[in-house]
């Protein structure tokens, strides 16, 4: 006997009965909407190229990108457009994070320079209590294996519920200069989400001029070389 939903959401349920019907089995299938984000995060200031290491996002040109592990209980990530942005669309196993190995030919970046963390998230599904998302920076020594981390994290509110939020913190004076890994951590009282979708993750500094950039500045730099005075002169930009 078949009960189908009468609406979806709703349960759909199955009564089987064995041949010589002294064996009865009920089974229920759930239908639900999936939760996907209608609008995309707000989009990242302007920044120099040098000014800021981009992981994962389309806002500062190429990324170095990101590549799955397989240490992370089965969690995987897949990129899709929402709302005309690419985001990450992130499917947890059975843990509460997923782990990605920097995806550059080196295998990792060197972000002594920068001073913060950007990360944006968009969780599926009702506000739980105890909600937490964290960005994990792994920094490795030369032999492969971490030697510290950098872990920042925010806590939502409950009117945060299927909305972007952001992770933009300063990085403090941890070690920084092979940062080889970045783990997503997402967790609350229940347990995890089964679906979580992030965006713009990325390293930056306060915007910094360079020198090698002072044409574009209308900047003169003399004498060349200089011994005990340097004179430094522009033009109204």
Known sequence: TITPAGSIPGNTTIQVVSQNTSVTKTYTVSFA?????????ATPSAKNAWDVISIYGDAYGTAVGLNGVTWDNGANAAEGSYASNNALKITNGTGDFIGF??????????ATDMTHVHADFWIAGDYVAGQVVKV?????????TEVNAIIKEIAPAAGDAEKWISIDMDMGVDARERIAQVLLIYTNSAGAPAFVYADNIYMYRAPTASVDKNNLL???????????????????I
Request: proline share 9%; hydrophobic share 30%.
């Open 33 to 41: 909407f999936e939760s996907v984000p209608t609008n995309a995060p």
């Open 101 to 110: 190995d920097i995806g550059n030919a080196g295998g990792f970046v060197n």
């Open 136 to 144: 994990k920076l792994s920094n490795h020594s030369s032999g492969g």
């Open 218 to 236: 209308n900047v003169n730099l003399y004498p060349n070389p200089a011994a005990n005075n340097l004179h430094i002169s522009a033009k109204n």
